[in-house]
């Protein structure tokens, strides 16, 4: 805005100068600018156009203008005129870019609906795959159970058919291994005792080692971390399993550090045996079509009269494992 000590001087000048009525109607104000700036600005561009030498001029009777300001005055009113051309176009700018902004957002509200709606549609597919794997889980749990039902009932019946000759048998987890313990404390101790007393002395031993296997408070395992997964082993710094080492020697060792790690796998809270089918060629688990077929087998050889039914029982149960 102007100087209010210079507007005496500049309105005393104003009245002798004649201004287009279309300057005067222009309105108030425009783009925040005082009707009184932009007048100014309207009259003095007007009398730049028309006067001489870049001075603003006065009408004369006969209808033309004439130089009529000081120069002191012509030189304000130019830079109250600069003043208000760069108002101008900063007040212009800003229009611009207030435009621009609007227009980027509703772009960007274009988008976000866009997404919201594409959202909306994801969740609603994760929630169908969600009960769509509870389902599947529900499922599993049930053929599951049923698979473990037929495995006891193929086990039990494995266990009455077959004998200890079959490489497919049963075998309890986390017993001991008494022959080879045995075997291993005879090798030991043979040398100074009878073989009475040795037997008697490892019997001993195999039933110290098998009460201790199922002492819930005995636990030799430690936990270490291999492929990123923590796994339990057995802790060889063990004070009873490192005296069994170097008191009877490795195979005693290697006995009683299996059934342990056995009855972790199998049994961990109970402590005790449990039945497995067992393949002994292998020495891993058996499957229960590797079951099912060693009793078919059993079963055609002891049993020729019998055998067509049951092994077509024993078919279907196979395709089923």
């Given at each position: 805005?102007?100087d209010?000590?210079?507007?005496?001087?500049?309105?005393?000048?104003?009245s002798?100068?004649?201004?287009?009525?279309?300057?005067?109607?222009?309105?108030?104000?425009?783009?925040?600018?005082?009707?009184?700036?932009?007048?100014?600005?309207?009259?003095?561009?007007?009398?730049?156009?028309?006067?001489?030498?870049?001075?603003?001029?006065?009408l004369?009777?006969?209808?033309?203008?004439q130089?009529?300001?000081?120069?002191?005055?012509?030189?304000?009113?130019?830079g109250?005129?600069?003043?208000?051309?760069r108002?101008?176009?900063?007040?212009?700018?800003?229009?611009?870019?207030?435009?621009?902004?609007?227009?980027?957002?509703?772009?960007l509200?274009?988008?976000?609906?866009?997404?919201?709606?594409?959202?909306?549609?994801?969740?609603?597919?994760?929630?169908?795959?969600?009960?769509?794997?509870?389902?599947?889980?529900v499922?599993?749990?049930?053929?599951?159970d049923?698979?473990?039902?037929?495995?006891?009932?193929?086990?039990?019946?494995?266990?009455?058919?077959?004998?200890?000759?079959?490489?497919?048998?049963?075998?309890?987890?986390?017993?001991?291994?008494?022959?080879?313990?045995?075997?291993?404390?005879?090798?030991?101790?043979c040398?100074?005792?009878?073989?009475?007393?040795?037997?008697?002395?490892?019997?001993?031993?195999?039933?110290?080692?098998?009460?201790?296997?199922?002492?819930?408070?005995?636990?030799?395992?430690?936990?270490?971390?291999?492929?990123g997964?923590?796994?339990?082993?057995?802790?060889?710094?063990?004070?009873?399993?490192?005296?069994?080492?170097?008191?009877?020697?490795?195979?005693?060792?290697?006995?009683?550090?299996?059934?342990?790690?056995?009855?972790?796998?199998?049994?961990?809270?109970?402590?005790?045996?449990?039945?497995?089918l067992?393949?002994?060629?292998?020495?891993?688990?058996?499957?229960?079509k590797?079951?099912?077929?060693?009793?078919?087998?059993?079963?055609?050889?002891?049993?020729?009269?019998?055998s067509?039914?049951?092994?077509?029982?024993?078919?279907?149960?196979?395709?089923?494992?």
């Amino acid at each position: 805005m102007m100087d209010s000590n210079k507007r005496p001087r500049i309105e005393n000048y104003r009245s002798r100068v004649v201004v287009p009525d279309n300057v005067l109607t222009e309105g108030n104000e425009l783009c925040g600018l005082a009707f009184d700036e932009l007048g100014l600005l309207k009259w003095i561009q007007l009398a730049k156009a028309n006067g001489t030498g870049g001075q603003a001029s006065t009408l004369s009777d006969d209808g033309k203008f004439q130089n009529a300001a000081p120069p002191e005055l012509v030189e304000e009113q130019k830079g109250e005129v600069d003043k208000l051309q760069r108002r101008v176009s900063e007040l212009e700018k800003q229009v611009e870019n207030k435009a621009e902004l609007e227009i980027e957002l509703e772009i960007l509200k274009e988008k976000i609906d866009e997404l919201k709606n594409s959202l909306d549609e994801k969740t609603g597919c994760i929630e169908s795959l969600e009960d769509l794997n509870q389902i599947l889980i529900v499922k599993e749990r049930q053929l599951n159970d049923e698979l473990q039902e037929a495995r006891k009932e193929l086990i039990q019946e494995i266990g009455e058919s077959l004998n200890s000759r079959s490489f497919i048998g049963i075998k309890r987890m986390g017993e001991l291994d008494s022959k080879s313990f045995r075997d291993a404390l005879k090798d030991i101790i043979c040398g100074s005792s009878s073989m009475d007393q040795v037997s008697d002395g490892s019997v001993l031993r195999c039933s110290f080692w098998e009460e201790k296997l199922r002492d819930p408070l005995w636990h030799p395992f430690k936990v270490t971390l291999v492929d990123g997964k923590h796994q339990e082993s057995i802790d060889e710094e063990d004070k009873l399993l490192k005296g069994l080492k170097n008191e009877r020697g490795g195979e005693a060792y290697l006995a009683v550090a299996n059934a342990l790690m056995e009855l972790n796998a199998y049994n961990p809270s109970g402590r005790y045996p449990v039945q497995e089918l067992w393949n002994f060629n292998e020495n891993r688990r058996a499957t229960a079509k590797e079951g099912v077929a060693a009793l078919a087998y059993h079963l055609r050889k002891n049993h020729p009269n019998n055998s067509t039914t049951t092994e077509g029982n024993l078919r279907n149960a196979e395709r089923k494992a």
